[in-house]
């Protein structure tokens, strides 16, 4: 929808994202060390009325 959405207000709102991450994560068990890199997830207005649509949708058929 980024794509399609002409430039204005509208599409600075629902294409704003928060990016939160974690990382990175460092275990060290004295045998084996892991280092885990940042983890990181998109969330943005769009996706989240996205998933409403699709709980109601899924709601509805079942």
Do not use: C
Not at 18 to 44: F, K, M, Y
Request: aromatic share 12%; hydrophobic share 55%.
């Amino acid at each position: 929808m980024r794509r399609f959405l002409p430039q204005g207000p509208a599409k600075e709102i629902f294409t704003w994202a928060v990016t939160p991450t974690i990382g990175p994560v460092h275990i060290d068990l004295l045998v084996v060390s892991i280092t885990l890199g940042p983890i990181g997830l998109d969330v943005s207005l769009m996706a989240l009325v996205g998933v409403v649509i699709a709980y109601f949708f899924a709601r509805s058929i079942f």
